[in-house]
């Protein structure tokens, strides 16, 4: 497969992944507001500005409208929701004859709805906006695993889609679990119930998570289930078990598995997941575990680009 192929096919999954899990953060923060007290709104709006990576131009008022405008709609802003849906479907065009009919129909019907929607269209219905953009994430996924052949693309589609759901959901645990304590007033145990539930659906985990714990939210087993169940598709084990899968088939299909760094990062990411245990993580170091995590899955990305994507030339001449 020509690299400039692998490259669009890995990114379009990626913008996808992305674009779903902002749509997320942003329809959970804006539904669970009336029950939460103003001290916990704020702390809610800044865990998804760290979540999301963003840094709020000092211009836009923290207005839900304006900051809901901002991470859905701005064409100026490169975390929005409409520029990854935007980015996702310019990756698509550029490989249209290997991605089936349904799947192009799919990713242009998203893409047409995000562009047609503004703020003044959705609020008030954001819930409906936000559902369509997951719905239509899912649909493409859905089609995308029926309409394609199990080959090369499909597993840097894969790729693309696990390592975007890790790295996302290991920065929101480290958010929640292994930042320290800010100065800010303790919470009610109403908001403090609020904010591990709103993690759940953040990961759409909370009837998965009730049915294998309880409704009873603890901390401990919220981050066990988030982070080392090797069953439920958004936690982080499962999501390295996926990466590694794709790795391996990549690397058999193109005869690289001597000396592949991309391989020995994806083992190590899901040999440190497979061996833990959440409790000794908690009272020992979780920021710097969380830590190693996301840096294993910069250097599955950076190990992708340098063996199959931006390697030298000179490497394929000998």
């Not at 078990?241 to 088939?249: H, K, L």
Request: net charge negative; proline share 4%.
């Amino acid at each position: 497969m020509l690299s400039r192929v692998a490259d669009h096919l890995y990114w379009m999954s990626r913008y996808l992944e992305r674009g779903q899990h902002t749509a997320r953060l942003l329809d959970v923060t804006l539904d669970m507001i009336p029950d939460r007290s103003a001290v916990a709104v704020a702390r809610s709006w800044d865990r998804l500005f760290a979540a999301l990576h963003v840094s709020l131009p000092p211009a836009i008022p923290r207005r839900p409208r304006l900051l809901t405008n901002f991470l859905a709609f701005d064409p100026d802003n490169e975390l929005s929701i409409v520029h990854h849906i935007t980015a996702s479907r310019d990756n698509a065009r550029q490989v249209r004859e290997l991605v089936s009919s349904e799947m192009w129909e799919q990713i242009n019907r998203l893409y047409l709805e995000v562009r047609r929607a503004n703020i003044g269209k959705i609020w008030g219905q954001s819930s409906d906006f936000f559902y369509a953009v997951k719905q239509g994430a899912h649909l493409f996924q859905g089609i995308t695993d029926s309409t394609m052949d199990r080959g090369e693309g499909w597993h840097y589609i894969q790729l693309g889609q696990y390592l975007e759901r890790a790295t996302n959901v290991a920065s929101l645990l480290d958010i929640y679990l292994g930042q320290p304590a800010s100065a800010a007033p303790p919470l009610h145990a109403t908001d403090v119930y609020l904010e591990w539930l709103g993690l759940l659906r953040s990961c759409t985990a909370f009837e998965a998570y009730c049915k294998v714990y309880s409704a009873e939210l603890r901390p401990d087993e919220v981050a066990e289930f988030l982070l080392l169940n090797d069953t439920f598709p958004f936690s982080v084990n499962f999501a390295a078990t996926q990466i590694r899968a794709a790795v391996a088939e990549i690397a058999d299909r193109t005869d690289t598995r001597k000396n592949n760094p991309l391989l020995r990062s994806a083992g190590r990411l899901k040999a440190m997941l497979d061996y833990q245990e959440i409790g000794q993580l908690l009272s020992a170091d979780l920021p710097g575990y969380l830590g190693e995590v996301q840096g294993l899955g910069e250097s599955i990305h950076q190990g992708l680009h340098q063996t199959y994507i931006a390697y030298p030339v000179e490497e394929k001449l000998v």
